[in-house]
Every structure is written in structure tokens, then in C-alpha cells.
């Protein structure tokens, strides 16, 4: 992919974010320089008609610029053909549900990526099911698959299908800076590359466990034939509502503060 299509400004500085570990506890603090600016008039259309998966994160680092315009751009990648999906990350301000242009995006993407904390804030909702149910019904026209990030746990993926949990024998971290992202990539990879849902989950849970081998959020090199091997040890059960464990915590995984 070369870098044709990357929005200049000139006048702004460059985005830059921090991330402080201490123990399991992770602060990302980002200054936003041009992160902030960016609209959706800034992605070419001749761009998303030539793609097969539109993905969105950090969006509520970008909301106030990227936010108006998200719903429009989404639903023409999928009048395009192409699938789309969207991982908001925490939200610095607090005021997630109150995010209407959100909610509108949201209707337009046919896969949610949450990690526990941010699915339960996302949904209002006091607990895993609730959200799970919850956020099903806002996305994708109320036809979306959810996949929420458990961490060590692994992942839990809802869709017309039902609940099902997928899990991967334990890995030792050094630093788990990017998994999340690294989580996504693996399983957007492998629905494109043509797996059921559970066996994309299982890649993105073996990209993930395998970005906190080294430190940094690309300390890591990945290959897909390395996550592929890992994914084969996945397991995978269907799970109902009453199985679903509550996070023992609401407190999110990385505090996000911009600035």
C-alpha cells in the first residue's frame, strides 16, 4: 500500500502518543496534532470503491472531525462492497452513548470490536450479556457481528449463529502495548482470507498473544503463517448468556488521555 492518499497539514503537528506501564496498570496519553482534523472528505472515493474492508479505530480521538461524516463514508464503502468495522477505543470524555453521530456510523458497520471495559461503557449496560446484546442490535442494522477482546481470556464472539467463546492456551507477556490492534488485524485477515467467524477470532487472539513477546506495539514481527499456527490451537464453545463471566473489573484497560 503506498502513501498516495495520506492527508497532509502542513500547519499542524504530528500526532504523538505515550504509553506508561506500571505492573498490569497502562496510561496511553496522545497530544492529537493533525489527528485531530482528519474528515471524512480526506478518504478518496475512487479509494473505498477499490476496497475489500474498511476498519476504524480510535474513534473518539477523532470524533469532534471524523464523526459528522463517518456514517456517509461507511455506508458508501458498503454500497462499494466492501465489509466495514469499528473499534472506538476508550473515550477520554466519558460521554460515549451521548455520541449521535456514533450511533449513526455505528448502524453502518457490520462488525464491533470492543474490549470488556469498552463494550459495557459503549452499551450502558451493567454487564458482559447485556452489552453484548445491546451493542448487536445498534450495529450493522441490527444484523452486526460483535467480537469482544477478553484479554487472556481470548475473545467471545456474538452473531446470528449465537455465543460462542474462543481461547488460546496462555502466553507469558512482556508488553501488551498494540495487542488490541494486532487482535483486529487477525481477524479482519482472516474473514477476508474466508474463515467463519470463530476462526478469524482465533487468528486475531494469535496476533494479539503474539505482539506481547516484545516491547512495544510492534516489537513483535507477526506472520500469518506463525498466528495461523498458534490459531490452530484455539478451542471454541458455545456459550449463553448466564455463561458469560462479568469483567472483574469496569476500570479500562488503558486510560486514555488526549491532549
Not at 498516495?4 to 496498570?25: E, I, N, Q
Not at 480521538?61 to 473499534?87: H, I, K, Q
Not at 513477546?213 to 471454541?236: D, E, R, Y
Request: proline content about 5%; some cysteine; aromatic content about 2%.
Amino acid at each position: 500500500m503506498g502513501t498516495s492518499s495520506l492527508a497532509v497539514r502542513a500547519a499542524s503537528p504530528t500526532g504523538l502518543t505515550v504509553v506508561l506501564t506500571g505492573g498490569t496498570d497502562r496510561a496511553i496519553l496522545t497530544a492529537l496534532g493533525a489527528i485531530g482534523s482528519l474528515t471524512a472528505a480526506d478518504v478518496p472515493v475512487a479509494l473505498l470503491a477499490g476496497a475489500r474492508h474498511v476498519h476504524v479505530s480510535s474513534y473518539f480521538l477523532m470524533a469532534d472531525s471524523l464523526g459528522p461524516g463517518l456514517a456517509g463514508l461507511l455506508a458508501g464503502a458498503r454500497a462499494a462492497g466492501a465489509t466495514t468495522s469499528v473499534d472506538t477505543n476508550w473515550d477520554p470524555s466519558g460521554r460515549w452513548g451521548e455520541d449521535t453521530w456514533l450511533r449513526a456510523a455505528l448502524a453502518q458497520a457490520d462488525l464491533l470490536l470492543p474490549n470488556e471495559a469498552e463494550a459495557l461503557a459503549l452499551s450502558g449496560q451493567p454487564d458482559l450479556a447485556g452489552a453484548v446484546r445491546a451493542l448487536a442490535g445498534r450495529t450493522g442494522r441490527g444484523a452486526a457481528r460483535v467480537v469482544v477482546k477478553r484479554g487472556a481470556r481470548g475473545a467471545l464472539c456474538a452473531d446470528r449463529d449465537g455465543w460462542r467463546q474462543v481461547s488460546l492456551p496462555p502466553v507469558t507477556p512482556v508488553d501488551d502495548t498494540g495487542a488490541g490492534d494486532c487482535f483486529n488485524a487477525g481477524l479482519i485477515t482472516g474473514l477476508l482470507n474466508g474463515l467463519d467467524l470463530p476462526g478469524a477470532a482465533a487468528l486475531g487472539c494469535a496476533a494479539g498473544a503474539l505482539s506481547t513477546q516484545a516491547a512495544g506495539g510492534t516489537g513483535s514481527c507477526l506472520s500469518l503463517v506463525t498466528a495461523s499456527a498458534l490459531a490452530a490451537k484455539a478451542t471454541t464453545s458455545k456459550v449463553t448468556a448466564s455463561e458469560v463471566i462479568a469483567p472483574e473489573a469496569t476500570a479500562p484497560a488503558a486510560d486514555e488521555t488526549t491532549g
